[in-house]
């Protein structure tokens, strides 16, 4: 230890004693053969402890590493974006200072081979290394500290040639809420003996830890950037398109060290198999410094390049080589396992050896890299020239905002979209100017492309990492084909999807009517109960008098009178102008109550019904899946601004249920106790609370709260029991799972679950194998329903569609005054299904709108 470290530790002494053992200074991470400039600030003196001695704060990792960056000419950084708490992304650039001299110009020149244009041979190599994308892997965060410090104060001829020969991308930290929250856990049960031992709490964080503000999991974010953190960093990505893109994580602590490439038969078949063996080569070099120090690593198994949306896989999907690295993780900062004692500064120091491997492997393969990406583009313009299809046209029918969503999301892949000149007849339907899109497919990005849009329902082998069907026009519900007629003008405008403000409304003297079917109703209604003013809700489709003329409008429509309000009228007004305005929703001025539809008229009592303001608790945790909660919380909160009250499952037994109107149970172990149990059931039936369950919390529910258990499986006549071979057992135990798969619903637009649809064919996610049981006596209770040929896209065995066909999607009854609404899907997976979110807002609003039957149907 150097006198400095001593002085430090000394000082630290009082306040926070660690092992020696699992804290290291500087000198345990420098490279033999470099010097290191003594000027350079160390990170123990910056941090006041060494690296595995506590956890490392990001404002103290961001506060260093801008240090070394503003005094070093090969290291430039800026702010890419910020993550929901506004703690910044960091992007650094590290290369020799003549290159960061003509730093746009080797950027250009780089994108310009992209496209068939001739470049030096010579020109650096564009690499990038992702650091911190889950914040419980905290060597993968860490890792970066000595990868930053060994470039500012290194000195060797490697380093040099590196930096003449390079342009190299770091992006620190992905996730930097997820790793603050990793460390408070840490920090709050720190002990002054280490306690190694797994079962300690320390050591148990995450999930928690793992996933962004809101619980998302960010590294399933490169192709649905749903984030901010993910749409920071795919802007910086596609402004650079690397030609190797590193991503570092870590695993179950007892698990050695994994790199790149994966299962050989799970790779996506858009990615040559070229990639693969130009990965297995820079695999060598990692092999190579691993077996110097003789440490346990594997490769080529248990992770595949399938789903497009992984940092190590959407780089493969666009030219570049992607490479995952994974590590048994140190959790607390060292943790006692099956191979030993796992320190975090040893699990940091091989991260960042092996950043050095793949940066010098790289290098090392400069002209079969170049010439892989270039002949990436050049392929795929040639399978696009080919491709008979030509185009993709789409629109959203009544719900511009959606569409418009779908464009910015493909803007932000780089993909060129177009809007329409005129009307294009495809796929059996019309696409109207003005509301429709085209994407061609003859352009760069012809494969991702491809990877959006394209349906898949065969596969070489049935084990998935992730989902195996993630269609994103389906997940938008939006209305698309192909179309080989289309020819772009010279004036063919590109689309860039900005959100639209509607026009402004007239004022009213008599009231205003909403149109339910666009994106933000449910925002825009929120606004308006919040106020306390009155809204009514159409059951009926019904043609309205305005200032404008006669407005026909659909089911779910929402009516806000001016009588009897408790508002004014010029704030009533200057509310419909800011729900215009901010949420893009047409607001209609009506001139009378009298309407031209008989028996519709706007005090029609059969017709509009009231609506309260939801009050939302929302379970999480107790064995619930945090990924769905947060999907709900972010789907509520911050896309429309609703209060959302969060509720440990285990302490639901302590809420005030008079203060609320629904309940959301989410997937994973959704049982509550007997307690509180009878407590919501006391709430539905007597207090006309609503449950909304998904997934396993609605299976939960329709057993304990419905009575029906799930069915015993059919009984086969005896047979002799099956002998398989032992090495089959992976695969038929993944045969039957649903891992992610898209499925065709037909949904009842008469239904208030169904209001602001206008087409009966609905796609779902769908990522449970159990169905859902149809109610007796009452027919009108499966708004949603399966349809008998139901995959559209994704992996699901014959059994399981056979299983699933024909059975509910949804169910939604009375029970007592209150409702039960029970969804197999998590109709907001991911954040990315707005054609299924409405479900969900139909659920929180119209729920006092679902009637029970009052005839007898038991002879039909």
Not at 386 to 396: E, L, P
Not at 417 to 425: A, C, R
Not at 646 to 670: F, R
Not at 672 to 679: R, V, Y
């Amino acid at each position: 230890m150097t006198i400095r470290t001593a002085i430090a530790s000394a000082i630290l002494g009082a306040v926070a004693l660690t092992a020696a053992a699992i804290a290291e200074p500087i000198e345990f991470f420098q490279v033999e053969g470099t010097s290191y400039d003594p000027g350079v600030q160390a990170p123990e003196d910056a941090f006041g402890y060494e690296i595995g001695e506590r956890p490392v704060r990001v404002g103290d990792m961001i506060a260093y590493l801008r240090d070394i960056a503003a005094g070093s000419d090969r290291i430039q950084v800026e702010t890419i974006g910020y993550s929901h708490q506004r703690r910044p992304i960091l992007f650094f650039t590290v290369t020799s200072p003549e290159n960061h001299d003509r730093i746009d110009e080797i950027r250009e020149t780089h994108l310009a081979r992209l496209n068939g244009e001739a470049a030096p041979e010579d020109a650096p190599m564009v690499l990038w290394i992702n650091f911190g994308v889950h914040g419980a892997e905290s060597s993968g965060m860490d890792a970066a500290i000595p990868l930053l410090y060994h470039f500012a104060a290194g000195d060797s001829d490697q380093i040099d040639t590196m930096l003449d020969d390079s342009v190299m991308l770091f992006t620190v930290v992905f996730n930097p809420d997820g790793h603050s929250r990793r460390v408070d856990h840490v920090e709050r049960f720190w002990s002054r003996a280490d306690n190694t031992d797994p079962a300690d709490i320390i050591h148990n964080m995450w999930i928690e830890a793992r996933t962004n503000h809101y619980w998302f999991d960010l590294n399933r974010q490169w192709l649905l950037l749903t984030q901010p953190e993910s749409r920071a960093w795919i802007e910086k990505w596609h402004e650079w398109k690397p030609m190797v893109s590193a991503d570092y994580h870590e695993m179950g602590s007892a698990t050695p060290f994994y790199f790149h490439p994966g299962e050989e038969l799970r790779r996506n078949p858009l990615i040559p198999e070229r990639a693969r063996e130009l990965t297995y080569q820079i695999g060598q070099r990692h092999a190579e410094f691993l077996d110097s120090e003789a440490r346990l690593y594997t490769t080529e198994e248990r992770f595949d390049n399938f789903y497009i949306g992984k940092g190590s896989t959407y780089p493969q999907i666009n030219g570049a080589l992607g490479i995952l690295f994974e590590i048994g993780a140190a959790r607390g900062g060292a943790i006692q396992t099956e191979r030993g004692l796992v320190t975090h500064a040893d699990n940091v120091r091989t991260q960042f050896r092996t950043a050095l491997t793949t940066l010098q492997g790289s290098l090392d393969l400069r002209s079969e890299i170049t010439a892989y990406q270039r002949q990436f583009f050049v392929d795929a313009a040639a399978d696009a020239e080919r491709d008979r299809r030509r185009n993709f046209v789409f629109t959203a029918n009544g719900d511009p905002e959606r569409a418009a969503r779908f464009v910015r999301l493909l803007n932000m892949h780089d993909i060129t979209v177009y809007e329409t000149e005129s009307d294009i007849n495809a796929g059996g339907r019309t696409f109207p100017a003005g509301r429709s899109y085209v994407v061609p497919l003859n352009q760069t990005q012809y494969r991702m492309v491809q990877g959006i849009f394209d349906r898949v329902t065969e596969f070489e082998e049935n084990i998935f990492y992730d989902v195996s069907g993630w269609t994103l026009p389906l997940a938008y519900d939006l209305d698309y084909a192909t179309a080989s007629n289309v020819r772009l003008g010279e004036t063919a405008r590109r689309a860039r999807g900005e959100f639209q403000s509607a026009a402004a409304p007239d004022r009213s003297e008599y009231g205003y009517v909403i149109e339910w079917s666009q994106t933000f109703a449910p925002r825009a209604l929120n606004r308006i109960l919040a106020e306390g003013l009155m809204a009514r809700a159409s059951r009926e489709e019904f043609t309205v008098v305005t200032t404008r003329g006669n407005v026909s409008l659909g089911r779910g429509s929402i009516f806000v009178p001016l009588a009897r309000q408790e508002a004014s009228r010029d704030e009533i007004f200057a509310l419909m102008q800011t729900i215009a305005v901010e949420d893009g929703v047409p607001i209609h001025a009506a001139t009378s109550g009298l309407t031209p539809t008989t028996g519709r008229d706007l005090g029609a009592t059969n017709v509009f019904s009231a609506l309260t303001q939801p009050r939302v608790v929302l379970a999480f945790d107790g064995g619930l899946s945090r990924y769905d909660s947060g999907e709900m919380w972010w789907t509520l909160d911050y896309r429309h601004d609703m209060a959302v009250t969060l509720v440990e499952k285990d302490d639901l037994g302590s809420v005030d249920w008079s203060e609320y109107t629904h309940l959301i149970l989410v997937g994973g172990n959704a049982r509550l106790s007997d307690e509180i149990k009878d407590e919501v059931d006391r709430w539905i039936r007597r207090d006309g609370g609503t449950l909304i369950a998904t997934r396993q919390g609605a299976r939960w529910a329709e057993e304990a709260l419905l009575g029906r258990e799930a069915p015993e499986p059919e009984e086969t006549e005896s047979e002799t029991p099956e002998r398989l071979n032992f090495m089959e057992m992976a695969l038929r135990d993944a045969e039957h799972v649903i891992g992610g798969a898209i499925f065709e619903a037909d949904l009842d637009t008469s239904h208030p679950l169904g209001f602001g649809y206008d087409n009966r064919q609905l796609p779902v996610h769908r990522n449970v194998a159990f169905t859902l049981q149809r109610p007796d006596g009452d027919p009108y209770a499966v708004p949603v329903q399966y349809t008998e040929d139901p995959l559209m896209t994704g992996y699901a065995s014959e059994r399981r569609q056979s299983e699933i066909a024909g059975t509910p999607s949804i169910v939604s009854q009375r029970m007592g005054r209150g409702a039960v609404i029970l969804m197999a899907d998590n109709p907001v997976f991911r954040g990315t299904y707005p054609g299924t979110e409405k479900l969900l807002m139909n659920a929180l609003f119209f729920s006092d709108l679902i009637d029970r039957p009052r005839g007898s149907y038991e002879d039909d």
